[in-house]
């Protein structure tokens, strides 16, 4: 589906307006407690009842033009401000080696812009709840949470097209029969990961390569159990009700998956204890044909030296030429 992206996308409005977003949400139905399921299963609900239904379909597609609109360095330099105000005075001073030349217009310009998201996010919220999305999440009556298959449309690209093909060289190079290859995508939020796996992700000659591509919302629970369902989920697209018993998921897997050269994007990884990762990529590793390769995409350095085997994509800023380049096209098209 065009809109399973759609949750990672969330997390990352900007801090404060995601906190805002979700707040608004799990206060409504009395779950703080449960954020993050409440959070995917309420997507999750949403995807679904877009393909039937136009207004939620606009709705998503409202709710992924509010993200893309807060996920802006300077809003997150103004997150952090509002934060510096009642925090340290060491945060204070380094924020302040980052302040823009007109710190005051900055600041009342960023306070408006960063209010006019949160209204807009509020207005998506109360017109979240004429379509019953929030009743349907509670009932839980979707996939398991984490699985996502579906990728949306790519926007126009600016500087990524060396790191595309070194991406791809490495996927469709890789040959071994012993291993499971890993090849990590690292950099800070708003640097284009995402970006960048989805276009490798959608070549042709990624498609044909590989048998069953496979994408993977990981973020902050990397529950092995959890996330081998998932990748059941995934090739069967039919719920999986195992229990969670490793043996038992690890010949569904088998079985599943077969002899199948598949790849598998793990989006947004945070865990950085090394005996998960140990526990999982053997059960990766025991189907599956000679060739199969995991992207991992991930801000952290630690997580890569933990799961990676091929050499890490690091992602730098883009250069001056095509910083230009990407706003000529969004300010004059």
Known sequence: MAESLLLPMVRGVAGKAADEFVQRVTRMCGVDGDRRKLERQLLADAEVKSETNPAVKRWMKDLRAVAYEADDDDFQYEAL?????IGDSTTRKVLGCFTPHNPLLFRVTMSKMLNNVLKKINELVMEMHTFGLVERAEAASVLHPQTHSGLDCLMEIVGRDDDKQMVVNLLLGQRSKHSVGVLP????????????AKMVFNDLRVQHHFELPMWLCVSDDFNVSALVKSIIELATRENCTLPDRIELLRSRLHEVVGHKRYLLVLDDVWNEEQQKWEELRPLLHSAGAPGIVVVVKTRSQRVESIMGTLPAQMLSYLSQDDSWELFRKRAFS
């Open 81 to 85: 401000r509002r934060d510096a105000q």
């Open 185 to 196: 995508i690292v950099g800070m939020g708003g640097l284009g990961k995402t970006t960048l």
